[in-house]
């Protein structure tokens, strides 16, 4: 019984913790790392927050792009999912992806999303 116990509490503090973490904004990356040094994200998954400028359904093909601003810095997010209104807040995770990084530079740099948070 008490090990019951304790495994139930021990499971409620990390489901919380995790939850306070995505309220706080803890284990986000500021979108300004990102575009500053986009070869050091390349491939990797990352959560973002921040606000929405733009959201275009691009013609002829089932995608879907955002643009997301925070930090003084804007990402390019795609999306087969429902593009948010302008001006919402939203957090995303996903990985980053560029067409091509030439001297450090990226050149097509986006946010593919796995999930909005």
């Not at 930090?71 to 390019?76: S, V």
Request: proline share 3%; with cysteine; hydrophobic share 50%.
């Amino acid at each position: 019984m008490k090990r019951s116990l304790a495994f139930a509490v021990v499971a409620l503090s990390v489901a919380m913790g995790v939850t306070a973490c995505d309220v706080l904004g803890i284990g986000y990356t500021p979108i300004s790392e990102i575009v500053a040094s986009p070869a050091r994200f390349e491939g990797q998954e990352v959560k973002v927050t921040g606000v929405v400028t733009s959201a275009t359904k691009m013609p002829f093909v089932d995608m879907k792009a955002f643009v997301i601003k925070a930090d003084g810095a804007e990402l390019t997010v795609t999306t087969l999912g429902a593009l948010p209104a302008v001006d919402e807040k939203v957090s995303v995770q996903g990985t980053i992806e560029s067409a091509a990084i030439v001297s450090g530079r990226s050149i097509g740099l986006r946010l593919v999303e796995s999930r909005r948070l």
